[in-house]
C-alpha cells in the first residue's frame, strides 16, 4: 500500500507489492503543463506505476490540446483512466473548474505534480508590468492556486505535492527572472510541508538540472555557451519524472519539505574549469 507510514514500524518496514500491483494502483494525479517535456513524462511515469491520470495544459485548443489527447491515449493503452483539463493556472477560477473536472472525471486526487511554467526571457529590471504580473501569476500564484483548489480533494487520502524547480533556485542566470520564483516556490513548499502535515498532505520539490525540452531552446538562444557543455550533463525529462514519482511513493515517507537536486552532478562542479 502507498501511504504514510507508521512512526512505530517505520525502520523494519520493507515495501513489497504484489507481482500483478503496481506501486500507484489506485492513485489518482494531476500533473500541471503535462502537453510535453518534463510534465508529459511525469504523467507517463507514474501511469506506468499504476496511477491513473489528469492531464493538463494551458490551452482548450490547438497543439496543447492534440498533444493531451494523444497522451491520453497511450496512457489508456496502458490500462489506466485518463481525463484532459484545460486550464492558465494564472487563473484562480480556471483552476476550480479544472479541479471540477479531475474529480468528475477521476473521482479524487492524490498526487498534485506543480510543473507548469511560463515566463519571460529577460534581465529583471527590463520587465514590463505585463512580463511581472506574467512571471508572478503564473509561477508564483498559479501554484497556489493548485494547490488551494486541490487541498479538499487531496487531504482525503495521504496527498503528495511535488514541485518541479530549477537550479536558477539557487544559481544566478542572467535573463531568466524565474530563476528567484523558483527560490520563493522552493520556500514555499517548505511551507506546505508544516502546514498540510496535519491533514496527511506531504509536499517536496525536484531541482532539475538542464532538459533538452521545448523551453531548452530558448536557453540555448541566450546562453550560446551552453553548446559547450557535454551530452551527459544535461538531464533526461524521464530521469526527473523517476524522482518525482519515487517523492509521490511511500519510500519517501520520511521527506518531507527538502528540494532534491536531479542536475547529474552539474551544480556540484560548475565551479570547476573546464
Ligand atoms: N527544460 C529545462 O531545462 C528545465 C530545467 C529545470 C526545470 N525545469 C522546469 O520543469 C518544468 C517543465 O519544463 P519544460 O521544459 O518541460 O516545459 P515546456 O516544455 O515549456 O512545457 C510547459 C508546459 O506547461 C504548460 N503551461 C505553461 N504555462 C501554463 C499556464 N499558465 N497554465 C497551465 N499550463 C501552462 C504548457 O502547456 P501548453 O502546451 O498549453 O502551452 C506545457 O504543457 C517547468 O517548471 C520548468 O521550469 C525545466
Redesign the pocket.
Known sequence: MVGRGRTSDLHIRTVRYPSAMQRFDGKIAWV????????RAIALRLARDGADLAL????ADGP?RRLAEELADEIRGLGRRAVCVA????RKDEVAAAVEQIEAGLGGLDFLIL????APFKDTTRLLERDLRLLVD?NLL?HLFCVQKALPLLERGGGRIVF???LGSRYMNAQYP?GPIKAAMEAMVRQWSEELRPQGIEANAVC?G??K????KT?RRLWPELAALPEEAYVTPEEVADVTAFLCSDEARAIGGQTLIVDRGLSNRILRSP
Open positions: 500541471t503543463g503535462s502537453t510535453r517535456g518534463i510534465g493538463h495544459g494551458r490551452s496543447s486550464a492558465d493556472i494564472a510543473n507548469a511554467a511560463r503564473t498559479g518541479i524547480s530549477s524565474l532539475a538542464l532538459v525540452t521545448d523551453s531548452y536557453l
